[in-house]
């Protein structure tokens, strides 16, 4: 895995605007989908879920072109407390008739190609498989998509950043319980983290390099 030359990395010299442009193109780049798959019946989920639904189609749409470009999609979701459950049955019942989210779990419903994890707290990697996961398919680019951009996205960004993996949050790909919340989210990842907030339409997926 590619992990000398990050310009993300802190500490590094790269300017924010050089930053962005570099990560216009994902190298061995995979796509992370955070805590869209869900039965939305934590607290504030009435908030979030509006939010959720507008990004959807946009998520949608990057992981078609990633599935196309041969580029890994792997889904990030909450074990909602319960051990003895698997991914399998989180979209299960997360697509019924009459869950709050199905609309978004038909656009995003998972193919047998496409990764799963488990995660117990807010960050993806957090006693879960994901970086054994992601060193297996020689991954060195993460694109972050999904809710809660204040909550799981950055914590899940700050654990990627640990481990030396380039990350980018795209803009329209991610979201919060408000408009207000989710823009703070995105100055952070951008001013403060020197992460690229790319739109999902102008990224450029590089499989091989």
């Known amino acids: 895995m590619p992990r000398s030359a990050n310009p993300n990395a802190p500490g590094s010299s790269a300017s924010p605007r050089h930053v962005?442009?570099?990560r216009d193109v994902l190298v061995k780049p995979a796509l992370l989908i955070i805590d869209m798959i869900s039965s939305w019946d934590f607290p504030d989920a009435d908030k979030l879920l509006p939010h959720a639904l507008a990004i959807a189609p946009r998520i949608a749409r990057?992981?078609?072109?990633?599935?196309r470009a041969g580029v890994?999609?792997?889904?990030?979701?909450?074990?909602?407390?319960?051990?003895r459950s698997d991914f399998r049955q989180l979209v299960e019942?997360?697509?019924?008739?009459?869950a709050p989210g199905a609309a978004i779990t038909s656009l995003l419903a998972p193919s047998a190609d496409d990764y799963f994890v488990l995660k117990p707290?807010?960050?993806?990697?957090?006693?879960?498989?994901?970086?054994?996961?992601?060193q297996q398919l020689q991954v060195g680019t993460l694109a972050?998509?999904?809710?809660?951009s204040d909550q799981c996205i950055t914590t899940t960004a700050a654990e990627a950043r640990m481990r030396d993996y380039v990350v980018i949050v795209p803009a329209d790909c991610v979201a919060s319980q408000s408009a207000r919340r989710n823009q703070a989210a995105i100055d952070h990842f951008r001013v403060v983290m020197k992460i690229a907030t790319t739109p999902s339409a102008r990224l450029r997926l590089n499989r091989t390099a």
Not at 121 to 134: D, I
Not at 144 to 148: E, F, H, K, Q, Y
């Open 121 to 134: 707290k807010h960050s993806g990697f957090f006693c879960t498989p994901l970086e054994l996961l992601l």
């Open 72 to 83: 890994p999609v792997i889904y990030a979701n909450d074990n909602q407390g319960r051990w």
């Open 62 to 67: 990057l992981r078609l072109r990633c599935r």
């Open 144 to 148: 972050l998509t999904g809710v809660a």
């Open 20 to 22: 962005t442009k570099a």
């Open 93 to 98: 019942r997360a697509s019924a008739p009459q």
